[in-house]
């Protein structure tokens, strides 16, 4: 066959890149590893307005050539991924490997512009290919400068120089990987750090340190918005402050990114109130950190738009931005002094009222007139995601009789939601207090309450916004339906945007049904594509018709769905599924294998739907256990071929007798241009295992000198010897590797049954001295049978001055 082991040409070039540094994460522990593209971080992870930023996308299973899709004003990007590629990670070091599923995640060149008048804040971005789509992601659009760290930084004296104010772009992108900024603040300055990592979607817990100029400790005032820390503190001396980060978990890959608004501007937790009435004037409490271990109270006249919704406002100049809600009801602040039932303050529906736990016995009492026919409607949470608050509401009558208690805290989303019909006419009362009571309060302790006359309504929500059917195949959606004010008529969900040869099932929502599945299906010839999809549903009430636009999760938010922007989108990314055009297998058996070779293992394919071109064969980014080093040797397959021997990499480094066997997963992508003209590339990964058990080593390379001195300018002579087994006596290529510029060698062939060669390194007097210089030598022979026998050795060298 015209392409068996046609890399073995290119094998050595591909090893002395291969790296054992990856990112663990968790999939699915299964035999066949999951196979839909995902994406998995950008980097950076923001830019400037008015710039263009260098960027790398990472995901997994994406072909070369996968669509890049930018959604936001202001921003452009190229339509699809350009070259592979990697940043200069620290290198984590080697473990004995795990049974625990991994993923290697890849990258990929991209680039996006940022107009000059492009509004600050959080756009979105997502990946497409043959194969599917993949969820939404932030890219952070901001005011500051930007720095993009380099490494090394993980020690204090490689820490880089930074200017306040500016926004940090980072990547916790190994194990062991530490990350230093250094900066100069000025004595009774606050400096303040927020930290984004969690409201990014990546896996980073930060740990954040900052050293004052006698190198010890700062002590700052540490809080939380959602996962993620935010620090302020004040500076006691000028000089030099240094700041660390790293992960909790001593975790690290290219996905665990972050970005850190270093500044001296007030950094802004909580507001009060926390919203007002379209087109009004409120004067704003902003809460900020002081760098005290308290909170200080900044006051701002805020105008709210004539148009209800959420607006994020900064507060003061330079701060950061916190959400705040815009009503179209009467708004009421709560004051102290009404916390007790004889103390309430009177209030009618509707209205929206703003309060706060000041103190850890702190309540509130309202006072409602209310008639039995008139049923209400209340809604009361925190007033931000990330506040501590956890209200609980109890409705008593005038005798003290608790008729009903609503937690926040037994809720999806920690915010109450409740209809309640009054047992006669008359004055009841809500009582309000936090789960915390007794034992926690303050000014961040912020709710709000919405009580309205209980009228027909409802909500729609989707757990995600990208979905994926395949050409002539089927998907379901699940929608989630809130039903309010004793809503109970049947609801018409509706579809916007659907493409030619795709139609929607299951439209119809039965009366009182709270969830419904949406079935989207596609002919076998619909055009494979992505499309903007809005779902609306319409409900009619008293020949009234009331309609709401179905609102998807995104991934650019914590756990909490606490983001940097709303976490919510009205609309969702639809994309029509290729069908596959090739299938990948191999022969999952035991198969025998020493360490140090590279071992050719038959795959299958089987050509599908008229597919004939060339199948490009790499490691999977997915794998069921820890590879402990393998790697496969990038291979083709030439048009029209079925069969190839695809060359497995077991270095001599494996670890003995921890794994009985190894299982590696390899994946396969292909372009193509579909029946409708369109390009299109497509990433298959084989149904099967390649299965190894390992032998001993049958050579082993070693120095005959456990360290070499040189002089800039000379020859050295190195003595190496191969240390053989009675299976391998052939002879063997010894070659210099990764050596320094300036430094080479011949390669040197060692005869067969010979254990012993001399190799001649060059050293240019160009090349000055260096910490931590080695020389890493390689041998390679054939053993048989198409099997190489690759074996290395490194020996520290020194470079006299």
Known sequence: MRTRYKCWANACRFL??????????????????????????????????????????????LPPGTRFRLFGVGVRAPLELGEPTTGHY?????????????????????????????????????????????????????????????????????????ELPVTINGQIAGESDLDYFRFTARAGEIVRADIAAARLGSALDPLVQVMGPDGQKVLFDDRRIGADPVLAFRAATTGEYRLLISNVTYRGGPSYVYRITLSTAPLIQYAFPAGGRAGETVPVSFLALTGTDSLRTLTQAVTFPKTSGTIWQAGLEGANSLPLQVSDLPEVVETNGHDAREAALDVSSPVVINGQFETTADEDWYRLTCRQEAGLSIECGAALRWSPAFPIVSI??????????????????????????????????LRVRDLQQGARGGPEFVYRMRITPAVPDFALSLKTDSLNVVQGGRIELDVTIDRRGGLTVPIELSVDGLPEGVRVEGTTVAANQPLAKLAFIADGDARATDVTLRITGRAVVSEQTIERAALATHLAH?????????????????????????????????????????????????????????????????????????EIVNTTIAPGETKVMLPLYLPETMHINVQAHSNVYAQGH?????????????????????????????????SMDREMAATSGTTIRCPVAIDRTSQFQGPMQIELMDAAP????????????????????????????????????????????????????????????
């Open 90 to 162: 620290a290198p984590s070091p080697r473990r004995k490997p795990s049974e625990q599923p991994t993923t290697h995640p890849r990258e990929w060149k991209s680039r996006i512009d940022i107009a000059s008048d492009a509004p600050s804040g959080v756009c979105l971005w997502r990946l497409s290919c043959g194969r599917g789509g993949t969820g939404s992601r932030p890219f952070v659009v901001g005011d500051l400068p930007e720095f993009i760290e380099t490494e090394p930084n993980s020690l204090p004296d490689r820490a880089e120089v930074v």
């Open 558 to 630: 914590d756990v909490d769905l606490v983001g940097l922007g709303a976490s919510e989108i009205d609309h969702i990314q639809l994309t029509v599924v290729h069908k596959p055009v090739f299938k990948l297998y191999c022969n999952e058996a035991y198969q025998y294998a020493h360490r140090g070779t590279v071992y050719p293992y038959l795959m299958e394919i089987e050509r599908l739907e008229g597919f004939d071109g060339p199948i490009h064969l790499q490691v999977a980014d997915r794998q069921i256990k820890d590879l402990d080093g393998i």
């Open 742 to 801: 300036g430094i080479t060698a011949a390669t040197v062939t060692l005869p067969a049954n010979q254990s012993q060669t001399d190799v001649l390194v060059q050293i240019d007097p160009s090349v000055k001295h260096a910490a931590n210089m080695a020389l890493k030598f390689r041998a390679v022979g054939n053993m048989g049978g198409d099997v190489k026998v690759i074996t290395e050795t490194i020996v520290p060298l020194e470079l006299n001055r």
């Open 670 to 702: 292909v372009e193509f241009v579909d029946e409708h003209g369109q390009k299109q590339t497509m990433l298959v990964v084989s149904t099967m295992r390649c299965m190894i058990r390992t032998l001993p080593t049958v050579a082993k390379l070693r």
């Open 396 to 429: 008593t009558n005038t005798d003290g009789g608790v008729l009903t208690t609503a937690s926040a805290v037994q809720t999806p989303r920690g915010a109450i939601q409740f209809d309640w019909q009054p047992p006669a006419d008359g004055t009841y009362y």
């Open 16 to 61: 002395a890149g291969i790296s054992c540094l990856f990112a663990i994460s968790a999939v699915a522990v299964a035999q066949q590893v999951p196979t839909d593209p995902t994406s998995t971080h950008i980097f950076p992870a923001g830019g400037r307005r008015g710039t263009v930023v260098d960027v790398r996308v990472g995901g997994e299973c």
